[in-house]
């Protein structure tokens, strides 16, 4: 698969998961930013996106502000969301991860709003809550809405097996070098750098028992997605 071709998958899964998030009643609005942290992380398809978007408006700058920004103890992930899975499902003990929820704000948050909003991680897009996080300390979830953000992010590091994941300020900074872009959209990516994990394809889906039948209708849709 090429990379526009994952582009447009990734785009394809996006409107899917709005219309599926659509159907809940949620507090998130603009200028609702309690989750919008430096511990953020996505995948380089994501970064790819972002970077595109930024070129398109002229605001690549942006990357100097993330760098200079980036806070020094921010969440580095040390397995990816499918090696996760793959190491659970065969019984094994995933490493423990440390999150710092001290970290700060995310480095393109501006007035308590996302200055790349309509091209944001999707780990920033299914970040939702039923109340005020502000109000409560902490994000209400659904947990059908949960195991589905889990099955979406595995999708996605599926579609970019050959690229990496990382914290938002590290896969944007790796991105930043147009050398580093060339060579991700030729598909020529080899080891990871230290602050970045390589992605692996789904080996089994993060689905509990009783939501296994509810979620069909979604993982057909993402199933059926034709380019």
Do not use: W
């Amino acid at each position: 698969m090429d990379l526009n071709t994952k582009l447009t998958v990734f785009e394809r899964m996006v409107d899917i998961y709005d219309r599926f998030v659509d159907q809940f009643d949620l507090a998130c609005k603009k200028s609702c930013a309690h989750c919008c942290t430096a511990n953020v992380t996505m995948t380089t398809l994501e970064g790819y996106r972002i970077i595109s978007h930024l070129e398109k408006t002229g605001e690549v700058n942006c990357l100097e502000a993330i760098a200079r920004k980036s806070h020094p103890d921010r969440f580095m992930p040390r397995v990816s969301i499918n090696r996760m899975a793959d190491i659970c499902a065969r019984n094994g003990d995933p490493p423990e991860e440390r999150l710092n929820p001290e970290a700060g704000p995310c480095a393109v948050l501006a007035d308590d709003a996302c200055s790349i909003y309509s091209v944001r991680p999707f780990g920033c897009r299914c970040m939702v809550s039923a109340r005020n996080c502000g109000q409560t300390g902490f994000a209400d979830m659904d947990p059908f809405i949960l195991t589905v953000n889990d099955v979406f992010l595995q999708h996605l590091e599926h579609i970019d097996a050959q690229g990496y994941t990382g914290n938002f300020a590290d896969v944007m900074q790796f991105l930043g070098s147009e050398g580093n872009r060339h060579n991700y959209a030729a598909g020529r990516l080899g080891t990871p750098p230290a602050a970045l994990l390589a992605n692996q394809p789904v080996f089994v889906l993060m689905i509990p028992p009783e939501h296994r039948e509810r979620i069909q209708a979604l993982l057909m849709q993402i199933r059926s997605i034709e380019v």
